[in-house]
């Protein structure tokens, strides 16, 4: 498995401000990955973030409003910016160990955006 | 894209009972992921399925790859307040793709 944290757990944001959220993991790794989750949703892929190469971005998120970056093969930022109450969500980072396909996830960022 | 549907969606049953849950897909996938999320917490990673038929226990959970290689089945024996939470199957969405696509989940009550 593998030790993931996100900073910060949590925050109340107003309207039209960003907030960038940390990931931090125990060992290195070559994929990351964010997702969001929508309140009583299941989790929806926002990027994929390599070490070395820009972030590929799933159908409905944008780098404009979700920028990434992936400095090094141990952390990881997402930002979410210009925020508005929709944004208000768990944002969870992963990343892929042990086996193919096996995501181990961070805690979770919960978001509330007034 | 492709879409995973889990049944029940939610399920309230008494402790010590057994549970038995499914995520189905309208195609074939290749490796079957099982995770438990608990409330305020970032899903982890119960059981990993690779193959066809394959049964892999986990403690008192088992979960099978369904033959069909469109569904998987997760079940849990004598439940204890600990195993309340949302499960989620979850499965790449294409073969060589490290995408995961998560199904809809199971919420799991246990009735005191």
């Known amino acids: 498995s593998a030790v993931i944290s996100q900073k910060p757990s949590r925050d109340i944001c107003q309207r039209g401000t960003s907030l960038t959220i940390q990931c931090q993991v125990d060992s290195q790794v070559t994929m990351m990955f964010w997702y969001r989750q929508q309140p009583g949703q299941s989790l929806t892929l926002i990027a994929t973030a390599n070490q070395g190469s820009e972030a590929t971005y799933e159908s409905g998120f944008v780098i404009d409003k979700f920028p990434i970056s992936r400095p090094n093969l141990t952390f990881s930022t997402l930002t979410v910016s210009n925020m508005s109450p929709e944004d208000s969500s768990i944002y969870l980072c992963?990343?892929?160990?042990?086996?193919?396909?096996?995501?181990?996830f961070g805690p979770g960022t919960r978001l509330t955006v007034t | 894209g492709q879409q995973l549907n889990q049944s029940p969606q939610s399920m309230f049953i008494q402790e010590g009972e057994d549970v038995s849950m499914n995520c189905t897909s309208s195609s074939i996938f290749n490796t079957w992921l099982w995770y438990k999320q608990d409330p305020g917490e970032g899903p982890v990673l119960l059981i990993a399925l690779y193959k066809a038929g394959e049964l892999t226990s986990n403690g008192r959970l088992t979960a099978q790859f369904g033959i069909t290689r469109k569904d998987s089945f997760l079940n849990i024996s004598a439940s204890i307040p600990s195993d309340v939470g949302i499960y989620f199957c979850?499965?790449?969405?294409?073969?060589?793709?490290?995408?995961?696509?998560f199904g809809t989940g199971t919420r799991l009550t246990i009735i005191p």
């Open positions: 979850a499965g790449p969405e294409r073969f060589g793709n490290e995408k995961l696509t």
């Open positions: 992963s990343v892929e160990r042990d086996r193919p396909y096996e995501q181990y």
